[in-house]
């Protein structure tokens, strides 16, 4: 009797074991995640646009304001079509930055005819496209962080061109977001479908087709001559992607 005890639970336990086996192998099968930025240098990045200033400094990415300078980007060196993408950023309540995703520029001035029939003159070395926002600016009574700007073309797509309540979504930002703190993106795009969220929240939830595939760049807003916003900062970490394609 012990003897077929001892059988049946030998048996269970290699059911287990292989089954163990079986969802490792499933999950191994899956999208993995690649990252972007290896804590100690800036390789795989370039940047675009502007002159602010990027170092590396304690395992983060340190995007500086300067005066006098556009928008600036540090951007990948490789472009994403279908993917997930997340980080981590914290950033100087005083300052606007923002993450880009599936965008571009050009070596040269370019005029640029969209899918909705306008046509754009885009200057040259300007990182333009899907943005998602990073805001938690006060003066600006609303707090829009990870909706969705159209960098450098078509403004604001969520809340904005494809939906979304501005007044609602700035009140689940409040909720949402960690102002003087740590905050996670994730950015989903697989075709036409375009989903942000913040700290586990869906933000944007919408479809466009301009742009299939692009860079990812780290924005530091320009300031222009505003003396009390040079030298803040905005950081990012844990910088990852699935690559879905």
């Known amino acids: 009797m012990l003897s077929c005890r001892l059988h049946q639970c030998l048996c269970a336990l290699l ?8 969802l490792s192998a499933e999950e191994s099968s899956g ?10 240098t800036l390789d795989g990045w370039e940047q675009h646009s502007g002159d602010a200033k990027y170092t590396v400094e304690d ?7 300067v005066p006098d300078t556009g928008n600036s980007f540090l951007c990948t060196t490789e472009q994403y079509g279908d993917f997930i993408f997340e980080c981590w950023w914290k950033v100087d309540p005083v300052l606007n930055s923002g993450i880009q995703f599936r965008s571009l520029f050009y070596d040269e001035d370019t005029e640029v005819t969209g899918k909705d029939g306008k046509t754009r003159k885009v200057p040259a070395d300007r990182v333009h496209g899907y943005q998602s926002e990073i805001d938690v600016e006060p003066e600006r009574n609303r707090m829009w962080s990870v909706g969705v700007y159209d960098e450098a073309r078509r403004g604001w797509l969520y809340p904005g061109i ?8 700035s009140t689940q930002g409040q909720k949402l977001t960690n102002v003087h703190g740590w905050n996670l993106t994730r ?11 913040l700290n586990g929240e869906l933000r944007a939830d919408f479809e466009d087709d301009m742009t299939s595939k692009g860079i990812i760049a780290l924005q530091v807003h320009g300031i222009g001559n505003n003396a009390e916003k040079v030298g803040k900062q905005v950081r990012w970490r844990n910088i990852r992607i699935q690559i879905l394609d």
């Open 15 to 22: 059911v287990l074991v292989a089954a163990s086996h079986s």
């Open 31 to 40: 999208p993995q995640w690649h990252s972007l930025f290896d804590g100690e």
């Open 59 to 65: 395992g983060c990415i340190v995007g500086t304001s």
């Open 162 to 169: 494809h939906g979304g309540d501005g007044d609602e979504f």
């Open 187 to 197: 950015i989903e795009c697989q075709g036409d479908s375009i989903k942000t969220y």
